[in-house]
Nanobody
Framework: QVQLVESGGGSVQAGGSLRLSCVVSGYTYCMGWFRQAPGKEREGVATHHTSTGTTYYTDSVKGRFTTSRDTAKNTVYLQMNSLKLEDTAMYYC???????????????????WGQGTQVTVSS
């Protein structure tokens, strides 16, 4: 069983930064960060392969968001810089125990989910 506990959301002005944390218990191969804004579908933001370190970012966050992992703390991070109004959403970390060479960006491929943390960007 995998348990994920998220933290780090909050309110920030446009252009600011936030770092989300996801403490992971249990082994996983792929970690994903997703977000869902009201009235919109859940969107894959970034992925992190725990074995290879390979990362993926959706186009809208490339160059602004960075995912990383601290194995000693069993924690995955999402550093979000230059935040925009359109980044406002509930953010979720997710995990998959299925080995894949590349981590998927679809929420359907992830079996374990954190509770979510709200990120609100204001002007």
């Amino acid at each position: 069983q995998v348990q994920l506990v998220e933290s780090g959301g909050g309110s920030v002005q446009a252009g600011g930064s936030l770092r989300l944390s996801c403490v992971v218990s249990g082994y996983t191969y792929c970690m994903g960060w997703f977000r869902q804004a009201p009235g919109k579908e859940r969107e894959g933001v970034a992925t992190h392969h725990t074995s290879t370190g390979t990362t993926y970012y959706t186009d809208s966050v490339k160059g602004r968001f960075t995912t990383s992992r601290d194995t000693a703390k069993n924690t995955v991070y999402l550093q979000m810089n230059s935040l925009k109004l359109e980044d406002t959403a509930m953010y979720y970390c997710a995990a998959s125990r299925t080995y894949r060479r590349l981590c998927p960006s679809s929420s359907l491929d992830y079996d374990y989910w954190g509770q979510g943390t709200q990120v609100t960007v204001s002007s």
